[in-house]
C-alpha cells in the first residue's frame, strides 16, 4: 500500500528566509506526487506535480520540488519565503493501477512565517 | 468559472439523521473523490468514481455511500451518521485519475 510521510508538523521560518518541507512516500512502482497548499478556512490548492521526466518540478508561487527515487523523497523547497506563504502545506502520492486510483495525503506541515 | 461546487458548507445534525452533502463540477471531469480532512491525520481518501456508475472504495469508506448517476454529480450520504464522522469533507474532480484534481471549499460535518 502506498503511504506519505512528512516529518514535520509544524515549520517556522522568517521572511524571505529559504525555505524545506519534507516528504517521503512509499510505493512500488513509479508514483505520481503533488504538493498541495492550503490556507486557513480554505480548500486545497495544487502547487506543483510530478509524473515522470525532469525530477526538478517548477511550480506555482516560486516553489519546486525535487523528485529523488533513491531517497524516495519529493521535498518542497523555496528560496525566499513571503508573509502570504503562511499555510498548512500536503504531499501526496497518486497510484494508478489498472482502473484503481487513489490519492494518499501526508499529514500536513503547517507553515508560519515570522515577519 | 471552473469550479467544484459542495452543499451545503455548514451542517449540524444529529445521531442517526441521514444527510446527503452534494458535490457538483462544471469541467467535465471523469474522476470525482471525496475526503475528510481531520486534525493530524491529513486527508483521507473516502470513496472516488472513475466515470458514471463506477464507483470505488478509499481509505475509509465505513458508514459513507456515494452515487454518481451523473458526470457532473457525486453525492456523499451518510445514511445514519455517527458522532465520530464530524469533520470537515472534501469532493474534488479531475481529468482521469492521475490528473490534477480540483478541490471543492469543503464541507464542516457536526454530528451530535
Known amino acids: 500500500a502506498q503511504s506519505v510521510t512528512q516529518p514535520d508538523i509544524h515549520i517556522t521560518v522568517s521572511e524571505g528566509a529559504s525555505l524545506e518541507l519534507r516528504c517521503n512516500y512509499s510505493?512500488?512502482?513509479?508514483?505520481?506526487l503533488f504538493w498541495y497548499v492550503q490556507s486557513p478556512g480554505q480548500g486545497l490548492q495544487l502547487l506543483l506535480k510530478y509524473f515522470s521526466g525532469d525530477t526538478l518540478v517548477q511550480g506555482i508561487k516560486g516553489f519546486e520540488a525535487e523528485f529523488k527515487r533513491s531517497q524516495s523523497s519529493f521535498n518542497l523547497r523555496k528560496p525566499s519565503v513571503h508573509w502570504s506563504d503562511a499555510a498548512e502545506y500536503f504531499c501526496a502520492v497518486g497510484a494508478l493501477t489498472g482502473t484503481a486510483s487513489k490519492l494518499t495525503f501526508g499529514t500536513g506541515t503547517r507553515l508560519q512565517v515570522t515577519l | 468559472e471552473a469550479q467544484v461546487t459542495q452543499n451545503p458548507r455548514y451542517l449540524i445534525t444529529v445521531t442517526g439523521k441521514k444527510l446527503t452533502v452534494t458535490c457538483s463540477q462544471n469541467m467535465n471531469h471523469e474522476y470525482m473523490s471525496w475526503y475528510r480532512q481531520d486534525p493530524g491525520l491529513g486527508l483521507r481518501q473516502i470513496y472516488y468514481s472513475m466515470n458514471v456508475e463506477v464507483t470505488d472504495k478509499g481509505d475509509v469508506p465505513e458508514g459513507y455511500k456515494v452515487s454518481r448517476k451523473e458526470k457532473r454529480n457525486f453525492p456523499l450520504i451518510l445514511e445514519s451518521p455517527s458522532p465520530n464522522q464530524t469533520s470537515l469533507y472534501f469532493c474534488?474532480?479531475?481529468f482521469g485519475a492521475g490528473g490534477t484534481q480540483y478541490f471543492g471549499p469543503g464541507t464542516r460535518l457536526l454530528v451530535l
Open positions: 474534488a474532480s479531475s
Open positions: 510505493y512500488g512502482a513509479t508514483p505520481y
